[in-house]
């Protein structure tokens, strides 16, 4: 019977129902206690993870039976994928499975930081009445500029491109006349990365963490956008520079900040004492994509993808 390895938290229907009939070991904890994670992993077939365990070096080397990967995601930054394949072992993202999860927290974290009308509940109830203070501004006919234009940029762009936003983005692997650039509602702007930097009111990326990618926004692509934009960042951690974001939104210089994901995660107090007393930030943990319903598709994917795979081989 084909052993299955889970180490982060999954729907637990998809395990019952589509893992049935396998050796399935659910422990969402394991990733926190790597040494049982290898245990476990020593006649596992195949191994289901989110983005914090590591599969690579010794975590590949405890598991020697391993045939396959599924990830209740889709970045795989946290894979060694060519260790992998020279292995022989499958890898499966759950691609589309949380892409409108994604696009609903950035449009609504956009909204939010725009109109800025949000945190006075407080105030209002101690009898304080600051409508002057509280004026923020409205999304339609602003600039949505999207760096990357993949699946989750574009299920963005479906959805703002409804609340009469204009649409630009960069994705340098995208040919020109690739239909994704006109989409049903309306066409998207392509634009060099340095345009695109320079005139979005929101800026929101959706690259993964690579060579190139890392640091892209940093201090002067921030000093080049526009005084008052928004930055959100639900794609990578290493992709933006923290500190740079800190500064930009204490000088006022950004108007506002939606940081889901970090360089190192989960982000420990001492890290996070960057972003202490920093205005009109908000500080989410690695959660755009995951919502009730997309925790049910990834895992239902995912369940499919390695029953399939254990099956065929």
Not at 90 to 106: I, R, S
Not at 129 to 141: D, H, S, V, Y
Not at 204 to 233: C, F, K, Q
Not at 255 to 280: H, K, S, W
Request: hydrophobic share 50%; net charge negative; glycine share 10%.
């Amino acid at each position: 019977m084909p052993k299955v390895v889970i180490s982060e938290f999954m729907d637990e229907t998809a395990i019952r129902e589509i893992l049935s009939g396998l050796d399935a070991l659910y422990d969402p904890g394991l990733v926190d206690r790597p040494e049982a994670l290898r245990d476990a992993l020593a006649g596992a077939d195949a191994l289901i993870v989110r983005n914090r365990t590591q599969v690579r070096g010794d975590l590949l080397a405890a598991a020697p039976a391993l045939r396959v990967v599924g990830r209740l995601g889709v970045g795989l930054d946290n894979i060694d994928v060519a260790a992998c394949k020279a292995r022989g072992v499958a890898v499966y993202p759950a691609l589309g499975a949380n892409d409108g999860a994604v696009a609903e927290y950035v449009i609504g974290t956009a909204m939010l930081l725009l109109r800025g009308a949000y945190g006075a509940t407080r105030e209002v109830a101690a009898g304080s009445w600051p409508r002057n203070a509280l004026m923020g501004r409205e999304i339609a006919g602003k600039r949505l500029g999207l760096v990357g234009f993949g699946s989750i940029a574009r299920e963005t762009a479906r959805r703002a491109a409804a609340l009469d936003l204009r649409v630009a983005a960069h994705d340098p692997f995208l040919r020109s006349d690739d239909p994704a650039w006109r989409p049903a509602r309306g066409a998207v702007e392509s634009m060099s990365f340095e345009a695109l930097v320079a005139s979005s009111d929101v800026l929101s990326l959706h690259v993964p963490l690579t060579e190139e990618t890392r640091g892209l926004i940093d201090a002067a692509a921030i000093g080049r956008m526009p005084a008052g934009a928004i930055l959100i960042n639900a794609a990578r951690g290493g992709v933006v520079d923290e500190e740079a974001v800190s500064a930009a939104l204490r000088s006022g210089h950004l108007a506002g900040a939606a940081l889901d994901v970090f360089v190192d995660e989960p982000l420990a107090a001492a890290a996070g004492a960057r972003f202490r007393d920093v205005p009109n930030l908000i500080l989410t943990p690695h959660i755009a994509g995951v919502t009730q319903e997309s925790n049910v598709r990834v895992s239902r994917v995912i369940a499919e993808a390695v029953r399939r795979h254990l099956s065929e081989g």
